[in-house]
């Protein structure tokens, strides 16, 4: 991944808050059932980018958060994030075999146990949000947070975007691919920086700005996906490269070229930026953050 002597730094602590408040609030193997505490900690504790957690981070430092107010929004995120990781490695999805520099889920363990780790990291993920007092927030924010993060993972979300994923059709258009994306991993992408930012004090112009960033650095993260996916080796990222074109899955790299869909990112990216200059308080590591969707190199 791309170096940053500004943005390092910062995300390397939220990397460690984060990883600390989860196998805090993960339940211990010790403690019935331990097969499935295992594979929860197992695939949520792997080492990650926290990417998403960054942007929650982020968007709330932005709105005048603490960092201690935003590791239960940052860690929800994460718990959800790693859910769907778990059930789209799933053989009846896409059916892989490696995620974060190890076996997926269900390799490690079995079927079953992944699909119930997955759905106890998504519960756990809203029970912290509703009860965790850590979260500074009143009832009303909180039921706010809440129906933001269940939209992300429903029908115009996760779920949907995956449906949309395993659909085979050949009528794919740049806007259908756009729309499928913006439900598979741009949902989560912007619900992220709008739990930071809710986390914190923003009014709803901050909102509006904040999710036109969002919704164009999750696109912008999901054609280098596709770029990464088909044009880096296994070993470099981590997880199952060429997996989408072994499945004859139309990308924005076999829609556009390599070439292409880099600057496809590049305007998203400046879009992105754009959407910044409006607000008034230092946008800085949000920038940064939008940086590394595009630079990025795993």
Wanted: proline share 2%; charged share 25%.
């Amino acid at each position: 991944m791309p170096g940053s002597d500004f943005l390092d730094p910062v995300w390397a602590a939220w990397r460690e808050r984060v990883v600390d408040y989860l196998d805090r609030m993960l339940p211990v193997t010790a403690d019935q059932p331990g097969l499935l505490h295992s594979a929860m900690r197992y695939s949520t504790l792997a080492v990650g980018k926290r990417f998403r957690a960054a942007l929650v981070y982020a968007a709330g430092r932005h709105t005048g958060a603490a960092d201690s107010a935003l590791d239960v929004p940052a860690c929800a995120v994460e718990l959800v994030h790693t859910f769907s990781l778990i059930h789209d490695d799933l053989p009846a999805m896409d059916d892989d075999d490696l995620r974060r520099g190890q076996p997926t889920c269900h390799k490690a363990f079995d079927e079953a146990t992944a699909i119930l780790a997955g759905d106890a990291l998504q519960a756990l993920a809203f029970e912290l949000l509703t009860s965790d007092s850590a979260l500074a927030v009143d009832a009303e924010r909180r039921l706010e947070m809440c129906q933001i993060l269940a939209s992300a993972v429903g029908t115009r979300g996760l779920a949907g975007g995956q449906a949309l994923d395993l659909t085979k059709s050949s009528d794919i258009t740049m806007e259908s691919l756009a729309n499928m994306h913006a439900l598979k991993t741009g949902s989560l992408i912007r619900a992220s920086v709008a739990l930071g930012a809710l986390t914190g004090s923003a009014d709803e112009t901050t909102l509006g700005h904040l999710d036109k960033f969002a919704d164009a650095i999750g696109l912008a993260y999901q054609v280098i996906d596709d770029v990464l996916d088909g044009t880096v080796s296994t070993d470099v990222l981590g997880k199952d490269s060429g997996s989408d074109r072994n499945a004859d899955k139309s990308t924005y790299l076999t829609e556009l070229g390599e070439q292409n869909a880099r600057e496809f990112a590049q305007n998203l990216h400046e879009r992105a930026i754009s959407s910044l200059d409006s607000l008034s308080t230092n946008t800085s590591l949000l920038r940064e953050l939008a940086g590394f969707t595009i630079y990025r190199t795993h």
